[in-house]
T-cell receptor, first 111, second 114 residues
Framework: EDQVTQSPEALRLQEGESSSLNCSYT??????LFWYRQDPGKGPEFLFT???AGEEKEKERLKATLTKKESFLHITAPKPEDSATYLC????????????FGAGTQVVVTP | NAGVTQTPKFQVLKTGQSMTLQCAQD?????MYWYRQDPGMGLRLIYY???????DKGEVPNGYNVSRLNKREFSLRLESAAPSQTSVYFC?????????????FGPGTRLTVL
């Protein structure tokens, strides 16, 4: 059974204070690892897909990396508008069509 | 291009009442999904439809039924609502295949069962 654990549950940062979010996963054959951003009262918004260990992707102040057991979402010099809940999900080769989500990390960036 | 739309946005039911949540997408995606989101538990898959004409159970299907009406529309029905079904429901769609198959989510339906 695919499993995803995200840590920490919540993170409070000062504007400009860089940090990393962790997504640990167990999956039988990784088809893809996905990062989403979710603002309060809205649906998740896609950020990145990572397919294989060593892969990295960047978007503005966000950078996602992938190893065989975990993924990190690095937030560099965050701004208050980066405040959101960040969700990680995996899709395994044995569970086509089924995405297993983690519980998310709630990030608050204060000025 | 509206993406994924859901109706209604909010709903309050009494225990035992039935209702259908509607979802439509205009991106010509093959796959559609229904999730529920509860505090501290993340998104849990209720049902999904890999393509028009097919549906499969997800992690938490009990108490729900689905219909893939056509390629655009995927509805979720609660036949006899229970307080445990109080949650936020999200519909999503994706283009299945070998490429990026990220999901696109609707704005959600907030359901309260009294």
């Amino acid at each position: 059974e695919d499993q995803v654990t995200q840590s920490p549950e919540a993170l409070r940062l000062q504007e400009g204070e860089s940090s990393s979010l962790n997504c640990s996963y167990t999956v039988s054959g990784l088809r893809g690892l996905f990062w989403y951003r979710q603002d309060p009262g809205k649906g998740p918004e896609f950020l990145f897909t990572l397919y294989s260990a060593g892969e990295e992707k960047e978007k503005e102040r966000l950078k996602a990396t992938l190893t065989k057991k975990e993924s990190f979402l690095h937030i560099t010099a965050p701004k208050p508008e980066d405040s959101a809940t960040y969700l990680c999900a995996v899709q395994g080769s044995d569970s086509w069509g089924k995405f297993q989500f983690g519980a998310g990390t709630q990030v608050v960036v204060t000025p | 291009n509206a993406g994924v739309t859901q109706t209604p946005k909010f709903q309050v039911l009494k225990t035992g009442q039935s209702m259908t949540l509607q979802c439509a997408q205009d991106m010509n995606h093959n796959s559609m999904y229904w999730y529920r989101q509860d505090p501290g538990m993340g998104l849990r898959l209720i049902y999904y439809s890999a393509s028009e004409g097919t549906t499969d159970k997800g992690e938490v299907p009990n108490g729900y039924n689905v219909s893939r009406l056509n390629k655009r529309e995927f509805s979720l029905r609660l036949e006899s609502a229970a307080p445990s079904q109080t949650s936020v429901y999200f519909c999503a769609s994706s283009e299945a295949g070998q490429g990026d198959n990220e999901q696109f989510f609707g704005p959600g339906t907030r359901l309260t069962v009294l």
